[in-house]
């Protein structure tokens, strides 16, 4: 039986998502065990924080962008603040799932990532989307990733960049601080897997927005490869996979 106060909180980074953090927040809050949600407004320039307060979540604004790391961690603290001024105060710190704010309404499939957290079974799970998206050239960071990590800890996931992900409070501060911006999940898998704590896959009927070709996408994506790149070296596992296409 779960606890009546709950044991999972809800960190969801956002950033101008105005028109699906609505239904993030609500996917989130039907879960089973959560009873936090936080959406860290990563200074956003459009009505994401409105929109996610309005659908039941505690709200956190940056009030310029810092990036997902930064978000990921202000709304980590947030959690334990809310916990140490709520009634189960010096109780076991909820559990972290972290969402990503454009999955709308399939967030309300993100329950398999909770269970082996919860019974104990893993110390972090990463989602496995069912459901491929085409992203537009995405596969050449996934690389970058994938073959870092498996350099880093002798283990590759499927989806290295998945930011849906669960870890009980001590995996996640076994991380910290977190790798800067983008390279946030790479990092955070090395780090865990070098802590000697256990990470398990799970596959997940959640999708959010694919990434398109135009050249935002494209700038984004150039970003993205070198976060990941520098959370790798950092922690010298930088391996740059052939060139195909960004």
Same mark, same amino acid.
């Given at each position: ?31 089973? =065990? *959560? ?6 407004? !990563?200074?956003?320039?459009?009505? +994401? #924080? %409105?929109? /996610? ?23 980590a603290e ?12 010096? =109780? *076991? ?6 969402? !990503?704010?454009?999955?709308?309404? +399939? #967030? %309300?499939? /993100? ?119 520098r959370a ?15």
């Amino acid at each position: 039986m779960l606890p009546s106060s709950g044991d999972v909180a809800v960190v969801i980074p956002a950033l101008n998502e105005s028109d699906r953090i609505g239904a993030t927040v609500k996917g989130a809050v039907s879960l089973p =065990g *959560v009873d936090i949600v936080v959406v860290v407004d !990563d200074g956003s320039g459009d009505g +994401t #924080a %409105a929109a /996610a307060q309005a659908a039941g979540a505690v709200v956190v604004r940056h009030s310029r962008n810092r990036g997902k790391a930064a978000a990921m961690e202000t709304g980590a603290e947030s959690v334990r603040l809310l916990e140490a001024a709520g009634p189960d105060a010096g =109780g *076991v710190p909820r559990h972290l799932l972290f969402l !990503d704010a454009d999955l709308a309404e +399939t #967030a %309300a499939g /993100a329950a398999p990532l909770i269970e082996p957290v919860r019974s104990g079974a893993a110390d972090m799970t990463i989602a496995v989307f069912r459901d491929r998206v085409r992203q537009g050239g995405h596969g050449f960071v996934v690389r970058l990733a994938g073959s870092g990590i498996d350099r880093a800890t002798g283990w590759r996931p499927a989806q290295p960049l998945n930011g849906q992900r669960c870890l009980t409070r001590a995996a996640f501060e076994a991380a910290c601080p977190l790798a800067r911006g983008f390279g946030a999940e790479t990092g955070l898998t090395i780090d865990v897997r070098r802590a000697g704590l256990r990470v398990v896959e799970v596959e997940v009927p959640l999708a959010h927005r694919a990434t398109g070709t135009d050249w935002r996408s494209q700038l984004h994506r150039a970003r993205q490869f070198a976060d990941v790149a520098r959370a790798l070296a950092a922690r010298s596992a930088l391996v740059l996979p052939r060139r195909r296409s960004l």
